[in-house]
């Protein structure tokens, strides 16, 4: 954050990111912009009426709630154990997901442990297959493709939709989608150079 004020950065745009306490450590103002509005409309076309939006950790329940008011859904939780970097267990489900499909969203997916040990809770649940999922940040690191691609495979995901925050090859997965936050920034700057509001574009709203 030094290195970008000492060459000139005045103000900082960020679209959810994953560490809440970013204002705090940036010595310009930062605005935090949420693709989450763009991402359940986007989402929200794979998944029917009668579907639940899961959160699939304690972390992710506020975000789970955004995303279940914009679309009209309950919400559930998945309560999770992360046992190493990239092997994570589901311990319990608290919600009714029973017969439901359902939407899993976070902020970012990293190793997709996460994703596979919540489908895996939601199926043993007895929720209804296949799960969509959405997600901010598609960091995909190591066998992280691998892994969603055999979760795909086996019926358990269908749609996974990704912002371009980070560049993405959509061919890597047959679900995949991706949603440009190019509108977003390119709204955010516009506003604020005509010294207009943003509240309707800043995350937690």
Partial sequence: MAALASAGVERLIAVDPHTAALEAVCPMPVETLTAVPALARAAGRAVPEEAVVVAPDLGAVTLARHYARLLERPVALVRKKRLTG?????????????????????????TGATIEATAEALLAQGAAPPFAVAATHGLFAGDARERLRRTEIR?????????????????ALPSLEVCPVAPLLAGAIGRLHRDEGMDDLLAGT
């Fill in 155 to 171: 019926g358990l995901i269908r749609g996974l939709v990704v912002t371009d925050t980070l560049p993405q090859d959509e061919a």
């Fill in 86 to 110: 990239a092997d994570v267990r589901a311990e319990q489900v608290f919600g009714d997901v029973t017969g439901r499909p359902a939407l899993v969203v976070d902020d970012m997916i990293s």
